[in-house]
């Protein structure tokens, strides 16, 4: 079955450290995201790719890093730098083009210990 | 900058009919989608417009107004499984990427 994968579902980390969240997707899309959900924010974009080997800034993107080196994998690293890590992490996946449905991952849950 | 708006939460009973408005500040205007997302999972895509008018498939409608710059989604013949947030989006770019989200309404339906 074509789909988007996030690993794991939960996380913890210790204060100070990195962690890298998974996203995968089989559905052949060019773009892909991330987005930050908190209690009452909505969405907030982090990063999104639009090809291999691209990424752009979103809103939040201070504190966090990405990379694109295969089609199918876009992983978010949450460096030690961001200040408040604590959230529901969302990957998604488009093909290019408005109006195109974005299929999200189940999330990844940071807590930070 | 890219902002939009909605109210954060909507109360309603089953049967009724509920509208969930959506107003919108955009650089450029490629469309407004909105999303469902049930508490805890993923965001799943409902519906888009890119013109003005209304979109209807099957209980749920969206119309978009771009001179107003507002859109809102209907729910109609409510059920306790429609509780859930709802998202208006808008891509920030042409190339339908980027999409930037609403705060979100949390729809509650009761018996």
């Known amino acids: 079955d074509g789909g988007i994968t996030q690993s794991p579902k939960y996380l913890f980390r210790k204060e100070g450290q990195n962690v890298t969240l998974s996203c995968e997707q089989n559905?052949?899309?060019?773009?892909m995201y991330w987005y930050r959900q908190d209690p009452g924010q909505g969405l907030r974009l982090i990063y999104y790719?639009?090809?291999?080997?691209?990424?752009q800034k979103g809103d939040i993107a201070e504190g966090y890093s990405v990379s694109r080196e295969k089609k199918e994998s876009f992983p978010l690293t949450v460096t030690s730098a961001q200040k408040n890590p604590t959230a529901f992490y969302l990957c998604?996946?488009?093909?290019?083009?408005?109006?195109?449905?974005?299929?999200f991952g189940q999330g990844t849950r940071l807590t930070v210990v | 900058g890219q902002s939009l708006e909605q109210p954060s939460e909507v109360t309603a009973v089953e049967g009724a009919i509920v509208q969930i408005n959506c107003t919108y500040q955009?650089?450029?205007?490629?469309?407004l989608s909105w999303y469902q997302q049930h508490d805890g999972g993923a965001p799943t895509f409902l519906s888009y417009?890119?013109?003005?008018g209304l979109e209807e498939t099957g209980r749920f409608s969206s119309f978009l107004s771009r001179s107003d710059s507002y859109g809102y989604l209907l729910l109609q013949e409510l059920q306790m499984k429609d509780s859930a947030s709802y998202f208006c989006?808008?891509?920030?770019?042409?190339?339908?990427?980027?999409?930037?989200f609403g705060k979100g309404t949390t729809l509650s339906v009761s018996s």
């Open positions: 998604a996946s488009s093909h290019q083009g408005a109006g195109t449905e974005a299929f």
């Open positions: 559905l052949n899309h060019d773009a």
């Open positions: 790719s639009q090809i291999v080997n691209d990424f």
């Open positions: 955009t650089s450029g205007f490629y469309g």
């Open positions: 417009n890119a013109l003005d």
């Open positions: 989006a808008a891509p920030s770019n042409q190339a339908g990427t980027a999409l930037i």
